[in-house]
């Protein structure tokens, strides 16, 4: 039998704070009662309310301020704000900054009921939609860890086990689409906060005049368009993970402000002369050489010792090819159960992977295959879904598939491609073509481009 759900009543009204406890208790709940709000962040932690019932018009501290500190507790707690005649304005007011819903003074005990069983199911629904998402999230990471099976993506693994279980800063490295932000997902849930937030901040998408206060908050009036006081997302991810997606994004008279906080855990809401505390993990990403930025003077030298304590390099696709096909299944798998149908490759379709470059790492190969869930007319995904449906190209006909029959002329191209591929790196072409780098070099030679002698 399922435990009464526990309502959090706040009433300065001594009689009225009696009747509407002996109510809730009688229609079901566990009621707990506070005169004022002074106690009411540390009656969160002590009776795990299912949701707040909480009078406006209290004495110290003001009910809308309660209000705006449980939503920043608990985003997913409902509160039921009570007002006096008159005050609709005010109510509405408050749902505008988070409140389930309102009831007018005197509270009709039939309504109070009802509307706090309608609170207790959304907030309930609410925090099971969050444990599915992450449920989803952490099985994604997990497939696609298992899916990654070469060696620089075990080698990574081991690391990232390893970093996971330390407290310190931890700087993410790699292209455009390797998956730094699954990195910072495995590092938050193997740590001790992995039951705190997540938070992701987008440093390149915020504008410039922006970022200090989505970063840090600002309170009412701090500048031009600041109607209200607004939590940041240091504070909203206290306890647990920030991630700073794109770092070196980050502009450099913000810089500062981010290193006090990563420095000292202290930070100051925009138009606030009080430091406030918070306790949050730092994990940052970037496809820059942060390096080479603080050698121009374009990211604080101080600021990158604070975030680089621990490194973590994710390696480009093309550096560990034997995990296209294992991934592209993974994600194949998931958009098969999302499409409803049954859905694989065969040996064509995977040779179509292998072949491709995949210059947009896990990101652009995750892409295709969503593509491929929507458009394959079959079960079976052949090279031509791949080809035309994955990469966006016409698969060629038989006639055009080589351009000539001349034996030396296709050497010729293949060694022309690879080392345009490998931007002239001949140990790189030599690998990419399956032969030695000597052999290489002689027929560079026999056409009249080698820089080497022959023996």
């Given at each position: 039998m399922s435990a009464a759900?526990?309502?959090?009543?706040?009433?300065?009204?001594?009689?009225?704070?009696?009747?509407?406890?002996?109510?809730?208790?009688?229609?079901?709940?566990?009621?707990?009662?506070?005169?004022?709000?002074?106690?009411?962040?540390?009656?969160?932690?002590?009776h795990d309310p299912d949701a707040v019932v909480l009078d406006l018009n209290l004495p110290g501290t003001p009910g809308m301020e309660i209000l705006a500190q449980v939503v920043a507790a608990d985003p997913t707690l409902p509160v039921v704000v009570c007002t006096g005649h008159g005050s609709v304005a005010v109510a509405v007011q408050a749902m505008q900054r988070g409140a389930f819903d309102f009831l007018q003074k005197p509270v009709e005990l039939d309504t109070l009921e009802q509307t706090v069983r309608r609170a207790v199911a959304h907030g309930r629904l609410l925090r099971e939609n969050l444990r599915l998402r992450a449920a989803a999230a952490h099985a994604a990471v997990d497939a696609l860890r298992v899916a990654a099976s070469s060696p620089p993506a075990q080698r990574l693994e081991r690391q990232v086990q390893r970093v996971a279980a330390s407290d310190e800063s931890v700087l993410v490295q790699g292209e455009s689409g390797v998956g730094k932000e699954l990195v910072a997902r495995r590092l938050h849930a193997g740590s001790r906060r992995h039951d705190r937030p997540f938070v992701v901040v987008h440093c390149g998408a915020i504008p410039r005049q922006l970022v200090e206060s989505e970063l840090f908050g600002h309170l009412k009036g701090a500048f031009t368009g600041a109607d209200h006081k607004r939590q940041g997302l240091f504070e909203a991810a206290d306890?647990?993970?920030?991630?700073?997606?794109?770092?070196?994004?980050?502009?450099?008279?913000?810089?500062?402000?981010?290193?006090?906080?990563?420095?000292?855990?202290?930070?100051?809401?925009?138009?606030?002369?009080?430091?406030?505390?918070?306790?949050?993990?730092?994990?940052?990403?970037?496809?820059?050489?942060?390096?080479?930025?603080?050698?121009?003077?374009?990211?604080?030298?101080?600021?990158?010792?604070?975030?680089?304590?621990?490194?973590?390099?994710?390696?480009?696709?093309?550096?560990?090819?034997?995990?296209?096909?294992?991934?592209?299944?993974?994600?194949?798998?998931?958009?098969?159960?999302?499409?409803?149908?049954?859905?694989?490759?065969?040996?064509?379709?995977?040779?179509?992977?292998?072949?491709?470059?995949?210059?947009?790492?896990?990101?652009?190969?995750?892409?295709?295959?969503?593509?491929?869930?929507?458009?394959?007319?079959?079960?079976?995904?052949?090279?031509?879904?791949?080809?035309?449906?994955?990469?966006?190209?016409?698969?060629?006909?038989?006639?055009?598939?080589?351009?000539?029959?001349?034996?030396?002329?296709?050497?010729r191209r293949a060694i022309a491609q690879a080392l345009q591929r490998s931007g002239g790196d001949k140990t790189q072409a030599a690998r990419t073509l399956g032969i030695a780098v000597r052999t290489l070099y002689n027929k560079l030679a026999a056409g009249g481009d080698g820089d080497k002698p022959t023996d």
């Open positions: 759900p526990a309502i959090l009543l706040v009433e300065d009204d001594d009689s009225l704070r009696l009747v509407l406890t002996r109510e809730l208790q009688r229609a079901g709940f566990t009621a707990h009662s506070l005169r004022d709000g002074s106690g009411v962040l540390a009656a969160l932690g002590r306890g647990g993970t920030l991630f700073l997606d794109e770092v070196g994004e980050l502009p450099l008279e913000v810089q500062p402000a981010l290193l006090r906080a990563v420095q000292f855990g202290e930070i100051r809401p925009v138009g606030s002369d009080a430091a406030r505390r918070v306790d949050v993990r730092i994990v940052a990403a970037t496809h820059r050489d942060l390096r080479a930025k603080v050698a121009d003077e374009s990211f604080r030298e101080d600021l990158f010792y604070r975030l680089a304590v621990l490194e973590l390099h994710v390696p480009p696709l093309r550096e560990r090819p034997e995990d296209v096909i294992p991934l592209a299944e993974a994600f194949l798998a998931r958009e098969a159960t999302r499409a409803g149908r049954p859905l694989a490759f065969d040996d064509g379709a995977r040779e179509a992977l292998r072949r491709h470059e995949w210059p947009g790492n896990v990101r652009e190969l995750e892409n295709a295959i969503v593509r491929l869930g929507v458009l394959a007319d079959g079960p079976i995904v052949a090279a031509r879904d791949v080809v035309e449906c994955a990469l966006g190209r016409r698969a060629p006909s038989p006639a055009a598939t080589l351009p000539t029959l001349e034996l030396a002329e296709l050497e």
